[in-house]
């Protein structure tokens, strides 16, 4: 295959951070990133790993949009990037599952009901936001796919046999964190 496609068409994309509004009336940030040209695209929802909403982040979510999704990526850290393991624990525990949830919650139906989308949805997590992606593949029925590179699929173990949603979990053969019986599982 060659490096560059002439036929594939790469879109011109804007991105840039937004505010979100939560049903308790509070405000979080996302980063948002989409096609320029009209007509309606598919949506993904990203989710970072502990390290916030990075360059790295930001720059996947243009990738996307440049291949034609619509993609926000609701910042679960409130702007606040860690630059060690200690301070992205911090910024962990900090997080709470259940604000976490709520925030990406917010986003995906902010995203599905963008007049520029087509209403289909898929989840893309990153570390720990891979487990949020199995939360959201097992919770969320209108959510059309999820992919979680990395992250903890334990406490859905029990709801995965009645998930509807397509779920592609991807782990390196080493990974550190997390023990080949609990994949095996």
């Known amino acids: 295959m060659p490096i560059y ?14 505010r979100l509004n939560l049903d308790n009336g509070e405000q979080i940030p996302a980063y948002w990133a989409y096609p320029q ?7 993904i929802a ?9 360059a790295v982040v930001r720059r996947l979510a243009d990738s996307f949009a440049q291949g034609g999704y619509y993609v926000i990526v609701p910042d679960l850290f409130d702007e606040r990037i860690a630059e060690t393991p200690k301070d992205a624990i911090a910024l962990v525990e900090g997080l709470g599952e259940r604000n976490g949830l709520a925030r990406i919650y ?13 209403r289909t949805t898929a989840v893309i997590g990153l570390g720990m ?8 593949a097992v919770d969320r029925g209108d959510v059309e796919a999820a ?26 053969k080493q ?3 997390i023990a ?5 599982r």
């Open 5 to 18: 496609d002439s036929s594939h068409i790469e879109y011109t994309i804007d991105s840039g951070f937004v």
């Open 37 to 43: 040209l009209g007509g309606k695209y598919p949506a």
């Open 46 to 54: 990203l989710l970072h790993d502990w390290w916030g909403v990075t």
């Open 106 to 118: 917010a986003a995906i139906d902010v995203v599905e009901q963008h007049h520029q989308t087509n």
């Open 129 to 136: 936001g891979g487990s949020f992606a199995f939360d959201m």
């Open 147 to 172: 992919v979680a590179f990395g992250g903890f699929p334990q406490r859905n173990f029990g709801r995965f046999k009645t998930c509807k949603t397509p779920l592609l979990a991807l782990y390196g």
């Open 175 to 177: 990974d550190p964190h």
């Open 180 to 184: 080949p019986p609990v994949l095996e």
